[in-house]
């Protein structure tokens, strides 16, 4: 088993194991704490995940934060994404996996990610994993964000009234829902059978929910 059992190590806590911090769990030669969010698009994974990233002191790695800010700035993966983003469909897994290993080059982020709808296809959890086994880490959790369509749509609607973001438009949120069923939906059974999915229950305040996640990642 990858990910958070490799990193564990139970059998240096066999009677409290259960009751220790995922931080506990890192052996010295393993101390970046990898967690990747998963969710469906307004299931609060980046509200969650800086909530998180500020908790652990790691920073906090938004494919597509990055990919509206280089839209913004018209940098040349800004101009290729631009259009995909608009329409609501994925951008390219080459794409992203190549954002993703420059980000993990990164100093900062030699301690561990909070990576926040990074991995939305099969190829690119497998991309992830690639880039992460190359540093010697594996994924310790993915947090599995689960809400109704109701409430997602209703989620949309509201931040469209608020950040007027342009795949928030109801044909672009139709496609984002589309490519979640049909490219991101088989990444969860990916991870399932790797044993690392925690499924937090995404109804209820900010503060709830977060306290869902500290609790699921073993009160980390
Ligand atoms: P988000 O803010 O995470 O909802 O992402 C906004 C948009 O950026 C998505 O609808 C996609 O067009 C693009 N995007 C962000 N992350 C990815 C990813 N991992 N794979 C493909 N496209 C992505």
Known sequence: ?????????????PLTSHLLPL???????????DILLMGPPGAGKG?????????LGLPKFATGDLLRDAVKQGTPLGRKAKAVMEA??????DIILGVVREELAKPNAAKGVVFDGVVRTVPQAEGVDRILADQGRALDAVLFFDVTDAE??????KRRSIESRPDDDPKAVAN????????????LAWYED????????AIGSVDEV?????????HA
């Open 1 to 13: 088993m990858r990910g958070a059992l490799r990193k564990w190590a139970p059998s240096y806590f």
């Open 23 to 33: 931080t506990s769990y890192l052996l010295p030669s393993e101390l970046a704490l």
């Open 47 to 55: 509200t969650q995940g800086a909530i998180l990233a500020q908790r």
């Open 88 to 93: 609501g469909h994925l951008v390219s897994d």
């Open 152 to 157: 997602l749509l209703a989620r949309l609607e």
């Open 176 to 187: 984002r829902l589309l490519a979640y069923r049909e490219q991101t939906a088989p990444v």
């Open 194 to 201: 790797r044993g690392v999915v925690r499924h937090i229950p």
């Open 210 to 218: 977060a306290e869902r996640v500290r609790h699921a990642l073993n």
